[in-house]
């Protein structure tokens, strides 16, 4: 299946708007553009006197195919050189999957299929796979559940690369609030799963070197969004999503790199209200560097924000991800809760904390709060605050 557009033509325009190192695909499709086009231009020609000269020499109509082609990969490579001097985005393994999809649509078994594309992982993907459990079977099981939606993740590469110069302002935004200079490069994968997510992914054995890695999907599970994939709307939620991710990678950095840093996922040293305090930082500094909130969750924490913040008192200390509704699932005893609602609660405690005359006055801060004296000093400022003393 084409990532973008339907038949040779759209084929084509994918490659001389996405891929530029692929020339020989690029031919292929021109010359298949030009065998699909004979046909009318012949009978355009017929009569005219031309006819002899289009039949006996299409390799003119070719070199004007291609000619067009060069300019329009010129074009393309001037206009993004410098992002892609500055920051890389991948997209292979996209494409990877569109063939896996192909080979699928051409009676290829499962197996083989989905064991190909998992071999072709690019090192962000081999960095999710390391940290999720991906595999050929749970490809096989998950697929046909939405198969609608996968059959268009690829064709998001189109929208994403109409959205990097955004996400290079964001994220140079970003760095300069960290006072970092670093220049993650971004990964987009379709894992075995149907809805959009992302994480700092581990590029090699260093631990050292991070990349941003994000595993697109549907985004209807976010607050106030409609049901459907919408391709440009799913690209937005994206674009958010990519910004926080790199939030947290520079929160790694800035707590001494991966010896010193507490994972929120550390059943031990973590808790509820670690978690709190890193995804709610990392939302919050998405938003300083971008303007950018995931749903609108956050409204319902502005009309709720002294219930909620009593009710998260009672679970701070609980094991991480241990109580659903806050950072993960819906909670049952508050249906009515936004979905996620902990990430926009935390959000919120960090901008009062920022913005109080006896919390932090740089964002650069924000990066570095990660060990129980930051976060019960974090609390007592937002519960100040709240309480209005």
Known sequence: MPASGEGTIGKAQNYIAGDYGHLEAIIHYIISVNLTLRPLILKLAAGSGRRQML??????????????????????????????????????????????????????????????????????????????????????????????????LPALERPLRAREGRINGYLDSLAALADSSEQLPVYYFVSNQHLLGGTPVALDDTEANFGIGIAVGNDDFAPGTPSGFVPNRVADSLVQVVVHEAAHILQLKAQGGRPNYISIYDQEKGSMA??????????????????????NRHEYVAANETGLWAAFKKIADKPPFSVPGWFSGRNEENPDWSFQVGYSLGFRICEVFHQAKDGTDTAEQL????????????????????SGE
């Open 55 to 152: 039949v006996k020499k299409p390799s003119m109509i070719f070199m004007a195919l291609f000619v067009l082609s060069s300019t329009a990969i010129a074009a393309n490579e001037t206009k993004n050189q410098d992002e892609v001097e500055r920051r890389q985005f991948h997209y292979e393994d996209l494409r990877a999957f569109a063939l896996a999809r192909e080979k699928l649509d051409a009676g290829a078994a499962p197996e083989t299929a989905y064991q190909a594309y998992i071999e072709l992982a690019s090192a962000g993907f081999n960095g999710w796979m390391k940290q999720y459990r991906v595999s050929v079977d749970r490809f096989i099981d998950r697929v046909p559940k939405n198969e609608a939606t996968y059959r268009q």
């Open 274 to 295: 670690a978690i709190a305090i890193r995804e709610g930082c990392a939302e919050y500094l998405t938003y300083l560097a971008s303007g950018l909130r995931f749903g």
């Open 367 to 386: 990066f570095r709060l990660y060990d129980d004296e930051d976060i019960a000093k974090v609390f007592a400022v937002y519960e100040t605050n709240l």
